[in-house]
């Protein structure tokens, strides 16, 4: 008999469910990667009396899902996270409510690609490529210099890359071959890496971890990662390191730059609250931490950075562009042409 | 009356959840998305995916069943040093995360790897000669190393409660080894032998990591493209579409399955394995044993100890504690970080959750399966209810996970939905586990109990609990390391403070660059590794009254 209470079970589930959000509780649904210090929310929510829930929720496309699944009854307040390359689609769901934070004064206008201010910038990466310094060092082999050198029999066999229909830096790397060489000349230049042996790994950690040379047992010296992994390399280091042993290969139009932005979740029951977080995300103090909490760059002009990515990040001068809304209508097509070119 | 708890519970966190998924993408705006069903037919694309889905799963079982069937013998009849420990083992893949296994295998197999460097020097050869990477072979190799512990613990452990009365018999009236084989003890075996293809079937067909990861991208499954249609593309309509078509498969897969399994059960008699396991004599049966502990450590401990050993090795070839040392610093400060006791504690709190609640719920299921009666009406019931219980197995983790994001997701903030969810992929081997043992108990055996005066309960209780609780406890192992190897479902379920679990925790240092974060990756795998065989060794010391090791 003592079974039957298994029988209470999912009305338990209904009552311990019931009252969950209190009072000035501001929950904050973002990816796995997002990462603040303690220290520096405990201050924020000290000051500002508002309580903040953080909901990571797998990686980036994955949380955009959940919330264009769940529009109209979000599970959040504020999402973090969606970047250029599903700006569009964000923005199209109509996910997002309008809100003109006085901190955009401080960000470049180059960031800011919302009009209506639904999707704020809060930091950006540039995806480019890595190559391990050693490997070539002991060839006496010069790094690929550009995205051109790639497709030069010197460097046959020596690329990995993400596959961008399972990748967000591996879909930012077609991007930057579609920015830099346009609709018309990216398959011809992705047919030429395939005869050159390119390799296709399904997600970054499989393409750094599984087959780059300075982190794994692979074989690759030159895989698809962002600018900022060589001072990540300094600062996850086991040993203490002088030089960063990977570099980025940041000549003009190799890279794509992927900007994260933040917004308010329509029917937010907290909009105060939700505002006072954004202005908190777009400010210093949080601004100057991103560097390290999440190994991107900051979007505020005013945020100083920290030393590691002073002296290891290298920052390109200009990265391939490719308009969201040209991602958006033809993001599908792309992976598709790109699929018949480079794995069928 | 108890039966309908699991039903109940299904409907709520399974059937419910599906339904809303189903309902959003396939009528998006009140109607029926025609178009994404359209390009479904017209691209051959799909037909090859649901193909390539089907064979490799198929190839993938049968090679399992052929490396583990001799395993699962040895398991079934003898005593030998350390055998407890190299069974709770050989579960231990069960759990182990895609990336790093895929690196354990990199370290023995790649281009660069132990093998290789061997048979290079030995043979002075200039390239390496085994070039597995991104092949078929490598995805074979996987999915025979995942689930090798399913045919141990499933047909091993049935095998070594099978009473020898039958064998002995055959024997005596004059049949040879082969004969005794083919008619006595397959027939036998054969509710097990059902269950165990069944199970590794649907794991295979719904496999993901290992297809991705290990196979490359040239391949793709049903589970991949639902993943690539639902989270990079957005349609949602075209990955309802493949879940149904997934389902439907499952779905039928169940009715042969069922099927089969009425046709081959048959009563039989059940000893305590103090009866019936023996130790090792003879030269025959020495040769027997080490073959097959020779070749689990091979194919399963030699990819783990890799991984053991490359969390002791820093980036300059030396022994170092560098990497268990910095697991409890955080170095950024971050809010997010969690200590590793603390996520060893949560992946623990919940694998126990999961483990009371998936064998009570399998069992309470399989109890009813059981007393199907011979009636048509009945019968079907329970080929229908069977049918759906394994469902859970055989749809996309992807597709449920939305679906609770837009059933359920005023609950997703309640940490008590990673077990709940753990329990729903978990309890179908507990009813695969206990099933074949109980539909197995003679009738005469309950019908003498009741005539001698035992109320149902009380036969219950003293003759089909004794009996089955060895195959209880067998699916307890299987909820405890479902419970401790998930990553899919749990990574949906918003995870607020410090809820996070092993996988979970490795999959956050593999997400960033460093030699620090992937030894950390590591080390802690390699504590996921010691904490799931020091819980299995826990849970087979669990006995039943003084029954002893049924």
């Known amino acids: ?344 | 009356m108890l039966f309908w708890v699991p039903i109940v519970f299904l409907a709520l966190f399974f059937i419910y959840p599906l339904l809303a998924i189903f309902w959003v993408s396939l009528l998006p705006d009140g109607q029926f998305a025609l178009e994404a069903l359209r390009e479904l037919l017209a691209r051959p694309h799909y037909m090859r995916t649901v193909w390539f889905t089907i064979w490799q799963a198929a190839l993938s079982t049968f090679l399992t069943l052929l490396v583990g069937l001799p395993g699962a013998y040895v398991f079934g009849h003898y005593h030998f040093r350390g055998r407890q420990i190299l069974k709770a083992l050989t579960t231990v893949p069960f759990v182990m995360p895609t990336v790093v296994v895929a690196a354990a295998f990199r370290a023995l197999l790649g281009p660069s790897g132990r093998l290789n460097q061997l048979l290079q020097s030995l043979l002075a050869w200039e390239s390496p000669p085994i070039q597995l990477e991104h092949s078929l072979w490598l995805i074979l190799l996987a999915h025979v190393f995942y689930n090798y512990t399913v045919v141990i613990r499933i047909v091993g452990g049935f095998w070594a409660n099978l009473s020898r009365h039958s064998e002995e018999a055959a024997a005596v009236l004059g049949a040879d080894r082969r004969r005794v084989m083919w008619h006595v003890t397959l027939p036998a075996l054969g509710p097990a032998l059902l269950a165990a293809t069944l199970l590794i079937f649907l794991f295979t067909f719904t496999s993901f990591g290992v297809i991705l990861i290990l196979g490359g991208p040239r391949f793709s499954t049903l589970e991949t493209e639902i993943y690539r249609q639902a989270v990079v593309f957005l349609k949602f309509p075209v990955a309802a579409a493949l879940s149904i078509l997934q389902i439907v498969f499952t779905y039928g897969i169940m009715l042969a399955y069922t099927h089969f399994q009425r046709r081959i059960t048959a009563p039989l008699r059940f000893q305590s394995q103090q009866m019936t396991l023996r130790p090792v004599v003879t030269r025959r049966e020495r040769i027997l044993v080490t073959a097959n502990v020779v070749l689990m450590v091979i194919l399963l401990l030699a990819p783990l100890l890799a991984l053991v050993e490359r969390s002791f090795v820093g980036a300059d070839g030396r022994f170092t504690l560098a990497y268990y040392l910095e697991l409890p610093v955080n170095r950024r400060g971050s809010v997010l970080h969690v200590a590793p006791l603390q996520v060893v504690v949560n992946s623990l709190r919940y694998a126990a959750v999961t483990v009371l609640l998936a064998t009570a719920l399998g069992a309470l299921s399989a109890w009813h399966l059981a007393s199907e009666g011979s009636q048509g009406k009945r019968r079907r019931w329970a080929g229908w209810l069977d049918s759906l219980l394994m469902l859970p197995l055989g749809v996309s983790a992807v597709t449920l996970g939305f679906g609770y994001v837009v059933a359920l997701g005023w609950l997703r903030t309640w940490e008590g939905l990673i077990p709940l969810a753990h329990s729903l992929i978990a309890f179908p081997f507990v009813v695969r586990s206990v099933l074949p043992v109980l539909r197995g108990i003679g009738p005469h055996l309950r019908e003498a109990a009741a005539v001698l005066g035992a109320s149902p309960g009380r036969v219950r209780r003293e003759v089909d609990l004794p009996i089955a609780a060895r195959a209880l406890v067998v699916g307890a192992m299987f909820a405890f390391t479902v419970s401790m190897g998930e990553f899919g479902a749990t990574s949906f379920i918003a995870r607020p403070g410090a809820t996070i679990t092993l996988p979970i925790a490795i999959n956050r240092f593999l997400g960033q660059p460093g030699t620090l974060s992937f030894g950390q990756a590591v080390a802690l795998s390699t504590i996921l590794m010691l904490v799931c065989a020091g819980g299995l060794l826990a849970i087979e010391r669990f006995r039943y009254g003084d029954i002893g090791e049924f």
Request: with cysteine.
């Open chain 1, 1 to 344: 008999m003592t079974m039957k209470r298994w029988i209470w079970i999912p009305v338990l589930v209904l009552l311990v469910s019931c009252g969950q959000s209190g009072q000035n509780t501001v929950r904050l649904m973002t990816h796995d990667s997002f990462s603040v210090s303690a220290e520096l929310l405990q201050s924020f929510e000290e000051e500002e009396g508002i309580r903040v829930v953080l909901l990571p929720s797998g990686d980036a496309g994955a949380v955009l899902n959940q919330a264009i699944l769940s529009k109209g009854n979000p599970l959040a307040d504020v999402f973090f996270g969606v970047d250029n390359a599903f700006l569009s689609r964000a923005l199209a769901a109509e996910l997002f409510e309008p809100y003109h934070s006085p901190r955009l004064t401080e960000i470049p206008d180059g960031l800011q690609l919302d009009p209506e201010y639904r999707l704020l910038p809060v930091d950006y990466g540039d995806v480019c490529l890595n190559y391990d310094k050693a490997w070539f060092a002991q060839r006496n082999l010069a790094p690929p210099a550009n995205l051109e050198d790639l497709i030069r029999p010197e460097y046959a066999g020596l690329l990995v890359v993400e596959n961008p229909a399972t990748s967000s830096p591996g879909l930012a790397f077609l991007l930057a071959t579609i920015g830099h060489l346009g609709t018309g000349g990216y398959l011809d230049y992705w047919a030429k890496l395939r005869a050159n042996d390119v390799l296709v790994a399904d997600g970054w950690e499989e393409a750094y971890w599984g087959h780059f040379t300075a982190a794994s047992d692979g074989t690759r010296p030159v895989v698809v990662s962002y600018a900022s992994s060589p001072p990540a390399e300094v600062f996850y280091s086991e040993t203490p390191l002088e030089e960063a042993p990977t570099a980025a290969i940041v000549a003009d139009g190799s890279c794509f730059r992927q900007i994260e932005f933040v917004g308010i979740l329509k029917g937010t029951k907290q909009r105060a609250a939700a505002r006072a977080l954004v202005d908190f995300m777009l400010g210093w103090r949080f601004q100057e931490e991103i560097p390290l909490q999440m190994f991107m760059f900051p979007a505020n002009l005013n945020a100083v950075l920290p030393e590691v990515f002073a002296l290891y990040a290298a920052v390109p001068q200009q990265t391939a562009e490719v308009d969201p809304i040209d991602i958006e209508v033809h993001r599908e097509e792309w992976i598709e042409a790109w699929t018949e070119v480079v794995l069928r």
